[in-house]
């Protein structure tokens, strides 16, 4: 049994010491803004610091640990899987405050940032250059690259570029003890250490807090062209995106979104004139002779699958605003309850047409008034966000969401050999399922986060490494 203390006049007193009053907040409004994230779920901390260097982090968590204080790092809190919430009260390091773009060495293919740095941020200034960071979630406009770094983030390049994981070179973390460390190297390549970069990337803070990350960067592709269908049935749909992935086509996009999600992105984005039904997404980036080769293969392609409608974004214009409906899919599902819950899941593609129409009756399976979700996600990967669209202030429709997260994962992704997660990470909306996937692995990871936080005072009870039994109280 974990038993944690307690933030006191004391220790608040230390922590003014270290980063000074102005950078500490202990009001209850203050707080309670830093209690939740897009979950259903609030933890209200016993306080927020925002450091602004990386010693002073290190004198925090060297505080927190000497004190076995429960400590989490946020970053924009865009997360939505509870990962940035206090489940144990404690500090709550908002890292936004280090924000800074250290430098950008476009010779060599790098760029050095601090962990607040926000995403779309840091790619305005290297498109200055011709260059970007290619990993691109819906939150970009919000996320910080230490956030994106943690959840190991992808989005809707990923199908071409792959997630932020293959673009960190190196790493600079504290460790819950208050050590300083350097991973990875200032080169394209190196194997001289344990892969400690890949380890940390996607360890949803909690084996350290990331201060500073080296990152490559790549060109900018110089055309981009994009084709638009819809289909009757999410199973056409489906299949046609599996058909594109098994030609070798690469496009620099394959998303998707069900019927109900089209209907309020659409509208949302001032799309109007296309048919209702489910609408597949296909973005080519590169030379204009590439992809205008790329685009006729995949339009031949996914005609086979019998769209009742195929749209052609030859505009730019008109092309960025199809792929900012798909980015809002989110917010514009949110219009239509309360209470809006976004999962994350991936199955294998060859599985894909079955899950989607399984997912799909999930609402129908429960029968609940008022409980409803919308599909939406990175089809080319297989990696769906099913969401959940409800009121939780019902207790009928509360209830149904547990069933349906449970009828999702339990039934659904896991018997067809798919992910719980596939970029949003474990936090706490996905805790109860990680052992059923990772039965004999598990134990491991349990002992890999004490190596790094001998008393688990970093971000306690999330992730890959809980959770475990937890107690509040003096040590």
């Known amino acids: 049994m974990v038993r944690y203390g307690r933030v006191d006049d004391r220790v608040l007193r230390e922590l003014e010491d270290i980063v000074g009053s102005e950078y500490i907040a202990t009001?209850?409004?203050e707080l309670i803004c830093y209690s939740s994230d897009s979950t259903l779920f609030q933890y209200k901390p016993e306080v927020v610091i925002r450091p602004r260097t990386t010693e002073q982090v290190?004198?925090?968590?060297?505080?927190?640990?000497?004190?076995?204080i429960p400590t989490t790092p946020r970053g924009a809190g865009t997360s939505a899987a509870g990962s940035p919430l206090p489940v144990m009260g404690g500090i709550l390091l908002d890292m936004s405050s280090m924000n800074r773009i250290v430098s950008v060495d476009i010779d060599n293919q790098m760029v050095e940032v601090e962990a607040g740095v926000v995403c779309d941020v840091l790619n305005e200034t290297l498109n200055k250059y011709g260059f970007f960071f290619p990993p691109d979630p819906a939150s970009s406009s919000a996320c910080t690259i230490g956030g994106m770094v943690n959840n190991n983030a992808a989005g809707n390049r990923t199908i071409k570029y792959g997630p932020t994981r293959n673009y960190v070179l190196w790493l600079e973390v504290v460790l819950p003890t208050g050590k300083v460390i350097s991973t990875g190297s200032k080169t394209l390549k190196s194997v001289s250490e344990y892969d400690l970069t890949s380890l940390i990337v996607g360890s949803e803070g909690s084996l350290g807090v990331v201060t500073k990350i080296g990152l490559k960067v790549v060109p900018l592709p110089k055309d981009y062209v994009t084709a638009g269908f819809i289909y009757d049935s999410l199973e056409e749909l489906a299949s046609a995106a599996t058909k594109i992935r098994l030609a070798g086509v690469v496009p620099e996009m394959l998303e998707f979104m069900d019927r109900k999600t089209t209907d309020v992105a659409f509208e949302y984005g001032g799309i109007s004139g296309l048919p209702p039904g489910n609408f597949l997404l296909v973005d080519c980036g590169g030379s204009k002779e590439a992809v205008s080769s790329i685009i006729r293969e995949c339009i031949s392609l996914c005609r086979e699958e019998k769209p009742i409608h195929v749209e052609e974004a030859e505009d730019a214009a008109y092309r960025d605003r199809l792929v900012s409906a798909r980015k809002a899919a989110f917010p514009a599902l949110a219009r239509?309850?309360?209470?809006?819950i976004l999962e994350d899941c991936t199955v294998p593609l060859s599985r894909l047409p079955e899950a989607v129409a399984k997912i799909e009756a999930i609402p129908k399976m429960l029968s609940v008034e008022g409980f409803d979700l919308g599909n939406f996600g990175h089809i080319g990967?297989?990696?769906?966000?099913p969401t959940f669209i409800l009121d939780l202030r019902v207790e009928e429709q509360r209830s149904a969401f547990f069933k349906g997260l449970d009828i999702l994962y339990k039934d659904i992704v896991l018997p067809m050999g798919g992910s719980i997660t596939g970029e949003h990470g474990i936090g706490l909306i996905r805790a109860p399922y990680i052992e059923l996937e990772h039965k004999s692995t598990i134990r491991l990871m349990r002992q890999l986060k004490r190596v790094f936080d001998p008393h688990l005072i970093l971000n306690p009870g999330k992730g890959k490494g809980g959770p475990y039994?937890?107690?509040r109280g003096q040590h």
Do not use: F, V
Not at 58 to 68: D, F, Q
């Open 336 to 340: 239509l309850r309360p209470s809006t």
């Open 27 to 29: 009001r209850p409004e």
């Open 58 to 68: 290190a004198k925090i968590l060297e505080l927190a640990n000497r004190e076995r």
């Open 469 to 471: 039994p937890l107690r």
């Open 381 to 385: 990967d297989g990696n769906m966000h």
